[in-house]
């Protein structure tokens, strides 16, 4: 058994009580010696409970380390997994535009149908270009496994948009009459809308959290 620092004579000559050393973020421990207010551990100990290494030249003792990264605590690693659900700052600024567009769309349908206003070709078509634009650049700007995830669920949002937009100016079209409560409770129209919520959420919490809401 080597001791760091100290003489075999000197450790028989005083008191000694046990302790143990243990390495946050490693498994086990290392039994520890406390002699006149100073700590002792066995080298052999110590270098497997850091998955380090021993080699001897001479009188002298050499401890080797691995590499930072092969001894990261567990909370770096849980804080690194934790960062790995974040969005990245293009991405959640070019989505936060796209959802504006969309909840425009939306509003701006409701209000037609609700007050039976005419709504044409030539009124989706700016919302239209815009959200399909605003798409694109959200495409451009995802990077991280959680962007790529929410911009799927961003694109059944716009998908479902689209889909609602083309049911209203198909009725218009055919001359169908359209009641003015014809988009309250209904399925498509509540669907956007509980999307928009979830995409919202994530966006204030800055992380990807997929709730079932856009599929």
């Keep these: 058994m080597m001791l760091l620092a100290v003489p075999t004579l000197a450790l028989s000559q005083t008191e000694q009580q046990n302790g143990t050393l243990v390495v946050s973020g490693q498994p086990g421990q290392a039994a520890v010696l406390h002699v006149n207010g100073r700590s002792y551990v066995d080298v052999e100990a110590l270098a497997q409970l850091t998955n380090g290494s021993l080699s001897f030249k001479g009188d002298q003792i050499m401890l080797t380390l ?8 567990t909370a770096a690693r849980g804080a690194s997994q934790a960062r790995s659900s974040e969005f990245s700052t293009d991405f959640l600024k070019a989505g936060i535009e796209e959802m504006a567009v969309i909840r425009e769309w939306r509003s701006a349908l409701v209000n037609a149908v609700q007050n039976g206003y005419p709504v044409t070709d030539n009124f989706v078509a700016g919302y239209q270009a815009q959200a399909r634009k605003n798409l694109s ?7 991280t496994d959680s962007d790529r995830r929410a911009l799927q669920l961003l694109s059944n ?4 948009i689209q889909k609602l ?7 218009r079209k055919n ?11 209904a399925p498509l129209d509540q669907q956007i ?12 919490s800055g992380q990807f959290q997929d709730d079932g809401s856009c599929h």
């Design 157 to 160: 949002e716009f998908d479902n």
């Design 193 to 204: 809308l509980n999307c928009e919520r979830s995409l919202a959420s994530m966006a204030v």
């Design 66 to 73: 691995p590499a930072s990264d092969a001894i990261t605590p």
């Design 137 to 143: 650049l959200v495409s451009v700007a995802a990077s």
């Design 165 to 171: 937009s083309n049911k209203v100016l198909a009725a």
């Design 175 to 185: 001359m169908n009459y359209i009641s003015r409560d014809a988009l309250k409770d």
